[in-house]
């Protein structure tokens, strides 16, 4: 599959954001999606996770509450929700796919900027 993030933009502390992840190839409901982000100067790091179904959802702590995943598979399409945003949320965000049977993800979208003003 092939990932295309969007919805990345600029927040004050404390706002909100919703990025989207669009996929276009066959049987995107058979994969798990990964989102990750990576700030200046830092390793990329995990955000959380989606199950192909969307029952199961994991999330890194420095978001656990804050941040929601969804997806839309008749659309083709993952969510990721931030809420309260703080400035240390400030990073390119990435969307990783890989199928539900795989452990690491071969798919990796673009990238999309989010930066949370103080």
């Known amino acids: 599959v092939q990932l295309v993030e969007s919805g990345g933009g600029l927040a004050q502390a404390g706002g909100s954001l919703r990025i989207s992840c669009a996929a276009t190839?066959?049987?995107?409901?058979?994969?798990?999606v990964g989102w990750f982000r990576q700030a200046p100067g830092k390793e990329r790091e995990f955000v959380g996770t989606i199950s192909w179904s969307g029952e199961n959802t994991n999330y890194a702590d420095s978001v656990k509450g804050r941040f929601t995943i969804s997806r839309d598979n008749a659309k083709n399409t993952v969510y990721l929700q931030m809420n309260s945003l703080k400035p240390e949320d400030t990073a390119v965000y990435y969307c990783?796919?890989?199928?539900?049977?795989?452990?690491?993800?071969?798919?990796w979208g673009q990238g999309t900027q989010v930066t949370v003003s103080s």
């Open positions: 990783a796919a890989r199928h539900w049977s795989l452990t690491n993800y071969d798919s």
């Open positions: 190839g066959r049987a995107f409901s058979t994969y798990t």
